[in-house]
């Protein structure tokens, strides 16, 4: 196992890593005291699985009261007895909440009226807070109940808590915006600067490769410029990534290609099961809902997980002894499922994985990667290991995972990528830039195509709308690119705002948004107090403008994106009295800070729109 560094602040914290999945959760954490080696240890203790001890995850589900209050979550939510209380009290179940969440790109391979629904009047928000706050009391027990002198620990630690949060691949700072809420909204930290400062987010791709770090499983096997792909299959999501390993010692690693993330998690299998029974017991008197219910809770919890190949035979209990139909191979109480039928069920998100991995190989082509390592609770499953590792070895690619507990990879790696961030460069799956307009140029075909919807600024230039400037951004890099607004009233460039717009087709460098419209999307919007800087009078052919300059910059932290905008601003004269150039100064401080904290993330009370038409000053280039 890769050792940790001694922790080098100055004061004590604890680190707490959530992994909130699609079927199941788990939580790690560590304790860090200056100059001491940080020790990751898991939540191995829920109420309601004390039965259980050392078992690190528990499921993602909630029952609510008909006043919309949680009545029981995690492990609780699926004691013996629970679903007849729930009848009795009109409870409302809720499973799969976190794919109510996912960027609408994703929907191309689940329909969100395909999930289980949410309950009325709640939102995705708020159930993920009430599932935070659950995780978050349970973390509270299970470390004040294991540490001597636990209360008076958890007292000096409380307001020093870091969370680091994981999502999959495939979601973005809409999704980061709303997770962070979520956590103000389940209490984890305060609605602050300093609160939002303590939430960090991980992708599980990234995640898990640290956990395979840790456990010894990567650089065991891997050497000085060596690439590997870590496939995350959990509930919900499949996360695909590829990094390289510029050194071993001291280690750095380097993202290559894309992360890529699908939606065929080990929930698409029942899915494919479900819709089997219902069609094999549709003449049935097995076929109603409640029996097709109570035979796909059982082969979720025992016949999925035995199940090795198409050469044996499963079977799903449900109901009585008594029950019994020939035409459909009930007897007994148990319905008999052929090897080949059960294959049938997994193929699907085997052949998408596959594909998802060879398209990995493509995009990185440049670094030859011989090794894939497999994680998450769904690489348990000895049939999808098994032909993986079967279908993998004919292109040349060997498949490894851990040999246990793969399902808190994700939760134990949170708390390593805060401890250790050894990943120094990432290849971003967006594209992010503005909106803007270009000089119109006659002899440009591009411009000609265009030529009616030309106008003329007050500059007296022509130019042509629609354009659009972006550009790639990489791990822990700023790009900043000036613009500039002109107005005919001074007051009007008194605010500055623009939308970052993100593009996610297959162009290097987009120009036109007309061609690709269904491409790009308004991630958030910026807006900057510029009412201190002096408008300068320019001249046109039709009078008096002024201009505004100003800058957007934009900043790839770890896993996050930051939009900032900058400008520059001056007293008006030199003799201004001291009380108003002081007075500017605050100003200046608190706009800029303000700016700070509306920009973090790409999102804290960011207004997010979903249309174009909400730019409130035309973003042009300058020339």
């Not at 919890?301 to 035979?313: G, N």
Request: aromatic share 8%; glycine share 8%; net charge neutral.
């Amino acid at each position: 196992m890769t050792s940790l560094r001694p922790y080098q602040g100055l004061v004590r914290k604890l680190v707490v890593a959530m992994d909130i999945g699609t079927t199941f959760s788990g939580v790690s954490y560590a304790i860090l005291d200056p100059g001491e080696v940080p020790k990751i240890q898991g939540v191995t203790r829920f109420p309601g699985q004390e039965n259980a001890a050392g078992d690190s995850k528990i499921p993602s589900i909630l029952y609510y009261r008909p006043d919309g209050t949680v009545h029981s979550a995690g492990a609780e939510a699926a004691l013996p007895g629970i679903e007849l209380e729930a009848e009795d009290d009109q409870l409302v179940f809720v499973e799969w909440f976190k794919l109510h969440l996912r960027p609408e790109t994703l929907d191309s391979e689940i329909k969100r009226r395909d999930l289980p629904p949410l309950p009325e009047g709640k939102t995705v928000l708020d159930v993920f807070a009430d599932f935070m706050n659950y995780l978050f009391n349970c973390t509270k027990r299970f470390v004040t109940e294991t540490h001597a002198s636990g209360e008076s620990l958890w007292t000096s630690l409380e307001d020093r808590i870091e969370f680091v949060l994981s999502h999959p691949n495939g979601w973005e700072g809409l999704q980061q915006s709303k997770m962070r809420q979520a956590a103000i909204m389940a209490g984890l930290v305060p609605d602050t600067p300093s609160g939002r400062d303590r939430v960090h987010f991980v992708t599980e791709g990234e995640a898990s490769l640290h956990f395979c770090i840790r456990s010894g499983l990567a650089t065991e096997s891997v050497r000085d410029g060596e690439s590997v792909m870590i496939v995350d299959a959990g509930g919900g999501t499949v996360d695909i990534s590829s990094y390289k390993f510029v050194s071993t010692s001291p280690l750095s690693v380097e993202e290559i290609t894309t992360a890529d993330c699908i939606v065929q998690g080990s929930t698409r299998v029942n899915a494919q099961a479900k819709t089997f029974l219902q069609e094999r017991l549709k003449n049935s008197p097995y076929g109603n809902e409640e029996d097709i219910k109570a035979m796909v809770d059982y082969f979720n919890k025992s016949t999925k997980p035995i199940f090795k190949d198409a050469s044996e035979q499963s079977y799903i209990k449900f109901g009585s002894m008594g029950c019994n139909d020939p035409k459909v191979k009930i007897r007994r109480g148990q319905l008999l499922l052929s090897g080949p039928e059960m294959e049938s069920f997994y193929q699907p998100s085997l052949d998408a994985i596959v594909s998802a991995v060879e398209e990995q190989e493509r995009a990185a082509a440049a670094h030859r990667i011989s090794t894939v390592f497999l994680v998450g609770g769904f690489a348990a499953s000895p049939w999808l290991y098994t032909n993986l590792q079967r279908t993998l070895k004919t292109r040349g690619l060997s498949l490894s995972r851990p040999d246990s507990h793969t399902n808190k990879a994700v939760a134990e790696g949170g708390v390593s990528f805060y401890l250790a961030h050894v990943v120094s460069a990432r290849i971003m799956r967006t594209t992010f830039g503005v909106n803007t307009s270009t000089r119109y140029k006659a002899n440009d075909p591009e411009h000609a195509a265009r030529v009616k919807t030309k106008f003329v600024r007050p500059s007296g230039k022509w130019v042509i709308p629609g354009a659009y400037s972006g550009t790639r951004v990489l791990g822990d890099e700023e790009k900043s690119r000036v613009y500039h607004s002109q107005a005919y009233d001074a007051h009007a460039l008194d605010t500055m705002t623009t939308s970052v717009v993100g593009y996610r087709g297959p162009k290097h460098k987009p120009r036109w948004r007309d061609l690709e419209p269904e491409s790009y999307a308004v991630l958030c919007t910026i807006s900057a107090d510029t009412s201190g800087v002096t408008k300068v009078p320019r001249y046109g052919p039709r009078g008096i403008y002024y201009k505004q300059h100003y800058s957007v910059v934009l900043i790839c932290g770890p896993t996050e994106l930051k939009a900032q905008i900058q400008w520059t601003e001056e007293p008006r004269l030199a003799s201004d009295p001291p009380t108003l150039l002081a007075r500017r100064a605050r100003r200046l401080c608190a706009l800029r800070e303000e700016v700070r904290k509306s920009a973090s993330a790409m999102e804290h009370k960011l207004t997010l729109f979903e249309e174009y038409s909400v730019v409130v000053v035309a973003i042009r280039r300058d020339y």
